[in-house]
Structure formats: C-alpha cells, structure tokens
C-alpha cells in the first residue's frame, strides 16, 4: 500500500499542486469491488473547488496513464476503490521480501524496559499473573520486531506486607520451615488474609499488630525474619521458574523490592530534606501531586516507618535511570492499579526521570459459574497456572487422542490455547475463560489458527522434492487474497507495537488461517501442474514463514503435528 500512497501522492501533486498531503488507504471492504479503497476526493474537495466526483475521475485517468497495473472505479460521492492486478501484488511483495519479513527499524537507537510478570513470592503462580506474563512478553516480541533494545524484569513482590501476612501466619501454623510447600504458603496466605479481615471489625488488632513488626524486622535485617524470608524466597522462584518454563517466558532480571529497599528509604529522606516531599504530623511522608493534576498525595513512607510499593517503586524508576537509561518503561499490571500507577508516573515526572513511563493494564479473566460471568478465583474452580496447564496439555490430549502427536507438541497445542485467549480483544476488555471456544478447531482460537499452519507445513513437507519450474507467467490469480493479506503484515505489526496492542497480531492470524483454509480447499497443489505447484509453494514458504512469526509475537510455537 506505501507504493501506492505514492502513486497517489505524485498523481495529486501532478494535477493540483498539493504536496505532503497524508494519503489514507485501506483495504477495501468484503462487498466492495476492489483492493483498495480512498476517500482522498472528499477530502481534496474544498481546496480544490471541484465535486469529489470531477476530483475522483481526473485522479484515476492519470493513475491509469502512469501505471497500467491498477485499475479503479468511483463508488458513491468521490470514493476510489483501485484494483490492482495480482502478478503486479505478487511482485510487490517478493520485492519486499526477506527473512525478517514484517519487522521494522522505527525504534532503532531506543531502549525500552518491560516490567512483567511481578508475582509475589510465597504464594502459587495464580492465573491472575496470566496476562502480565502473556502481555508483556508479546509487548517485548513486538519492540524487538521494531528495533528496540529491550530489557525485561521481573519485579517480585518479596517485601513489603505480603511478607508480614505470611510470616506471621507461618509462625502461627507449626509447619517445618524445611519442608513446607509453596501452596501450603499460598494457603497461609489465604488464611490469614481472612482473619485480618475478620479482625479489622474488630477493636483489637494483634495480628495487624504482628505483621507490621515482621515487617520492620525484615527491614532491620532481624536473623529470624531474613531466615524467613529466603527460604520463602527460594520455594517461590523455583516455582515461579517452574510455571514461567512451560509458558515459555522469561526475563533478563529478577530485581524484586527487597533489592530496591534501602535505597528507597534513602531517597524518601533525600526528596524530604530537599522540600518535595512533606511529612505528616504522625510522622507518615507523602509526595504531594498536585502540581501534577492530581489531588490525592502518594504517600511514600507509612508513619512507623515501614516501607510501601510506592517506597521501592521510587527506587526502582531512579536506579533504572541511572543504570539503563531507557527511552521507555513498560508496566505489565491489571486495570486495578490504575490510579496507583498514575501518582507513580506523577512522582517521576515531578523528580525529572527522564524515561516515559506506560501503565499496560488490562482486565480480568472471568469464567462462567453457574450461568452467570465472574472474575476466576479460588472458589469457582481452576485459579493455579500449575492445574490450568494440566487441564489445557490434558484437553489437547483429548482433541488430539487419535492422531500420534508428541509430548512437546502437545504442550504447544495447551500453551497456545491458553495464551490466544489473551489477545482474541483488546487487553483492556474483560476475557471469558471457556474451554469449548479456547480449544475450537473452528473459530477464532489458538487450535484453529496453528492447526492451519501445520496443515500448510504438511503441504510443503510433502512437495519438497518437487522440482523447480519457472512461473513466471502465472497469473497468481486464486492467490491473490492470501497476497493482500501478507502485505499487509509490516503494517500491522508496526501500530500494534505503536499501540502496544498485541490483539491485533492474533486478528490477523486469524484472517490469513481463515484465507489459507479457503484457498486450501478451492485449489490444489500435489496436483497441479509443475509451473503452478512451482508458483503456488513459493507463496506457502512466504506464508508458513509468516504464520510462525506472528505465532512467536505472542509467544506461541508452531506444532510439527496436530
């Protein structure tokens, strides 16, 4: 399409005079005749002073003059819809192509830093970290693919009041320290968090009371406390590690809060004695934002002392500064920390931090609990990633139990059900979880769209002692929809990166499985003769290279079999 715009560009330039003018060009719709469509005559209408009409007609006879490829036509008030011819589409595209077909240099010479999954430590890896984990690894795909630098991190939640909850609930519990489980934690955590509630209705407040001395002797360095702390520390990664393997994530850094802590309370002091910050009479220090535009102040230090998310963060926003020097620092974390993230990013303007700081926030996962939509928890059924795994690996068992399909390729199959569902929508809407639609070999899911690139693979596996003829006089006519498709490809990964918007990689996925099904079974390839077998597997190279790059963009493999 760029070569077109240009076309178009000089067209206008020729017969009006106008320059720089932007040229919006989309694909035609599905009951429009033709490829192309412009509504550049509407918009030439007024500077002109002609009818878009008149305007229409004089930029498609001087198109028709300069390139006899293109045919067009004016639909309604001025509209343009061209039509080009499919070996001229063919040869647009073997120009362009290469082995990184679909990647881009717009962000050559950046660096970016994505924050994901983040979980905190001594509890299970829960399906709440399914998307940060999913999103910010495509986030990372799609900077990569357009030329940035990109440092991953792992910000674990090790300090703070979950460690509070969970050692004083420990403590409480008899268990061996040796021998105690991750979900044994997880359950700790579940319990106490309850009897802190129930507690809270309450005058008295010894637990509260107890979690925040657990936490202060964290800080202090207290030998108990850190004895806690490490072994919680190492039950949880190797855990985390454990769930992070089978999805096929990782990042470069694991700089938890316990890492930032004394260098966030260092800088509390620092920005107080410097009058930016401003303690409160109990003795609480806050960071006012109100020459931000917003109102409510972040508090940055509790009054006995106690570090907060907000205390660490700090630290963390100034040692990436100083340490990496990002252009950008993407934070992989649910819509419910909207507010949160929005008086961190105020702070940082407010200390001059350099980096632009983005929120990738989206919503919950939900799932069906007696006919009615709810958020996924603990109560209605599968919440671990751990139990979500074996389902998925056993369901794609199940769909694949009478072909011989591999361990790895089943793990594929399960991992790429799960983390389709992720983008089938805009990471801010709310995703429902159902097993029947994520595992479907006919509609928009992760099955239906690998299942599409392995039968596609098949072909060209079983023709790959064909031998080459010339085509060059093929009309690439029944190609032609699986051509405008893979043209547009270098655009839509270019604003889904623009955008962070990694669904609209699995939108297209979906439309070139959908094409490929049906030129698959309209035209044939074993059977047909050599010149067209030549031509049409040169075009399944190009589109089984594309099917696995796109997959990859979201983290998902391609299976050898299904």
Known sequence: MENLKTQ?????????????????????PDDVTGDYATNIALRLAKTVGKPPHQIAEAIISKLAQTNPDINSAIAGAGFINITIKSSQLMHELDAKWSEKYGENTSGAGQRAIVEFPSQNMAKPYSVGHLRPGNQGWAVKNLLEASGWAVITDNHLGDSGTPFGIWATGFTRSGKSLDRVTVYELGEIY??????????????????????QDWLLKLENKDPAAVKLSTRFNEISLKHIHEIMTRLSISTDYELGESFFLEQGKALVQKYLQAGIFQQNPDGSIICPLDDQGIDVPLLVLKSNGAALYATTDLATMVYRAQEFHPDQVVYCVGVEQKFYFEQLFAMGK??????????????????????????????????LMEELLNRAEATARDITKDRAVSDADIQKIAVGAIKFT???????????????????????????????????????????????????????????????????????????????????????????????NRYYETTPVSQATPAEKSARLSLLQKLSQTFTHSLRLLGIETPTKM
């Open 8 to 28: 178009i560009s000089n067209t206008i330039k020729d017969l009006y005079n106008i320059t720089d003018l932007p040229i919006e060009l989309s694909p035609a």
């Open 190 to 211: 579940i319990e106490m968090k309850r009897l802190l509630k129930d507690e809270s209705e309450s005058s008295a407040t010894p637990l509260k009371d107890a979690v």
């Open 350 to 383: 407010k200390l001059h931090l350099p980096q632009a700081n983005i929120h990738l926030w989206f919503g919950t996962i939900d799932q069906l609990t007696d006919g009615k939509r709810e958020k996924m928890s603990s109560r209605k059924g599968v919440v």
């Open 422 to 516: 992720d983008f089938i929508a805009d990471r801010k809407t709310n995703i429902l979880f159902d097993w029947d639609k994520i595992f479907a070999l006919t509609g928009f899911s992760g099955p239906f769209c690998q299942y599409a690139a392995v039968r596609m693979n098949k072909i060209i596996v079983q023709n790959s002692h064909t031998e080459a003829t010339d085509y060059s006089t093929y009309d690439w006519e029944a190609e032609k929809p699986l051509i405008k498709l893979l043209l547009e490809y270098p655009d839509t990964v270019r604003l889904a990166t623009d955008k962070l918007e990694a669904h609209r990689i699995a939108t297209y996925i979906f439309r070139l499985a959908q094409a490929f």
